[in-house]
């Protein structure tokens, strides 16, 4: 396998691991920076929207219980999710609210991200194969050698001229 290839598997996996941990990690290896920067402020954005509005209690036994579904479509963060879910309730924070319909909101909030996240990283992925085929099918370009004028077509551009 020559290093070109190697290079662009790398970059591939690159691509699958940042998309995997980070939103919009799999676009800012890919080369689109900006796209990728939107694309984490927005998740993470209403992930931790979402983290705020339940106080982090959305990774609990309790939430599990409630939503199950919910519950399961935050891992889809990546690992912001993990280290979320990973945190203790001493750490947490702020208290749940005591509104009920509050606390589904935040859940509602971090589910949302987690699938807008799959999106992304399905966007990067396919992303990814789009420019890896781009660069396979691309063929190098033959140039066709720059002739240089001769006497007789100099002669021949200038009479042209002469005779407007």
Same mark, same amino acid.
């Given at each position: 396998?020559?290093?070109?290839?190697?290079?662009?598997?790398?970059?591939?996996?690159?691509?699958?691991?940042?998309?995997?941990?980070?939103?919009?990690?799999?676009?800012?290896?890919?080369?689109?920076?900006?796209?990728?920067? +939107? *694309?984490? #402020?927005?998740? &993470?954005?209403?992930?931790? %929207? /979402? =983290? $705020?509005?339940?106080?982090?209690?959305?990774?609990?036994?309790?939430?599990?219980?409630?939503?199950?579904?919910?519950?399961?479509?935050?891992?889809?963060?990546?690992?912001?999710?993990?280290?979320?879910?990973?945190?203790?309730?001493?750490?947490?924070?702020?208290?749940?609210?005591?509104?009920?319909? +509050? *606390?589904? #909101?935040?859940? &509602?909030?971090?589910?949302? %991200? /987690? =699938? $807008?996240?799959?999106?992304?990283?399905?966007?990067?992925?396919?992303?990814?194969?789009?420019?890896?085929?781009?660069?396979?099918?691309?063929?190098?370009?033959?140039?066709?050698?720059?002739?240089?004028?001769?006497?007789?077509?100099?002669?021949?551009?200038?009479?042209?001229?002469?005779?407007?």
């Amino acid at each position: 396998m020559s290093k070109n290839i190697r290079q662009r598997i790398v970059r591939l996996y690159l691509a699958l691991i940042a998309g995997a941990l980070v939103p919009g990690g799999a676009h800012i290896v890919l080369g689109k920076t900006l796209k990728g920067l +939107i *694309f984490a #402020i927005a998740i &993470l954005s209403s992930f931790f %929207a /979402g =983290l $705020l509005l339940t106080g982090n209690y959305s990774f609990t036994e309790q939430a599990e219980f409630r939503h199950p579904v919910m519950f399961w479509l935050q891992y889809l963060v990546g690992a912001p999710a993990f280290i979320s879910a990973s945190m203790k309730p001493e750490m947490y924070i702020t208290e749940p609210f005591k509104d009920p319909k +509050i *606390f589904e #909101i935040g859940v &509602l909030y971090a589910a949302v %991200a /987690g =699938l $807008l996240n799959l999106l992304v990283f399905i966007n990067g992925v396919t992303l990814s194969l789009k420019l890896e085929n781009k660069t396979i099918a691309r063929k190098p370009q033959m140039t066709q050698p720059v002739k240089e004028p001769d006497e007789h077509t100099e002669n021949i551009e200038v009479h042209d001229k002469l005779n407007l």
